[in-house]
């Protein structure tokens, strides 16, 4: 328990508590990608909000994100801006304020893809090698490799004997 309230007090030194409404932003080290990041003393960063959460409200399930209410990435109001939720729950907040590129689209929705759910199907379900399927289909290999991965595409659902929804 001292350890946790040690890290308490070394954490609330990088923001001040305001009131329900506000964001409290993080006075410390900010990354490249905008989130509030803390050492944790063994070279590691962790990202600020995650361990503001879980100092100060409770544990966060496994798999489970911590998000923001108001969409900044240094806000620490653990009161009333963070909230527990799944990747999806985030992607749904975040198309609901407009805030995901391409509008949400994705898959042959979007204008730039050279791909469409039929290809991604056939990916799936072919024995072919990253480099033959990325030459059949006008691709790089990585590309192939995501797909396979459900990296991306994810959302194409393929039936197949021993490959069930893949």
């Not at 329900?20 to 900010?30: K, V």
């Not at 975040?94 to 898959?107: C, E, F, H, P, Y």
């Amino acid at each position: 328990m001292a350890k946790k309230v040690d890290i308490a007090i070394r954490l609330k030194r990088f923001f001040t508590e305001g009131g329900p409404a506000e964001c409290w932003e993080w006075q410390g080290y900010i990354s490249p990608d905008g989130y509030a990041r803390v050492n944790m003393g063994n070279g590691k960063l962790k990202l600020a909000h995650r361990l503001v959460y879980e100092i100060m409200v409770g544990p966060i399930p496994e798999g489970m994100f911590i998000c923001h209410h108001c969409d900044n990435p240094k806000c620490m109001n653990y009161r009333s801006h963070l909230f527990i939720g799944t990747n999806g729950d985030n992607m749904r907040d975040a198309s609901q304020k407009g805030r995901v590129r391409n509008g949400g689209l994705r898959g042959s929705r979007l204008s730039q893809s050279k791909l469409n759910e039929q290809i991604v199907s056939e990916i799936l379900k072919s024995s072919e090698s990253h480099i033959s399927l990325g030459r059949k289909f006008g691709v790089d290999i990585s590309t192939i490799w995501k797909v396979r991965n459900r990296r991306t595409w994810n959302h194409v659902k393929v039936e197949e004997e021993g490959y069930p929804n893949r």
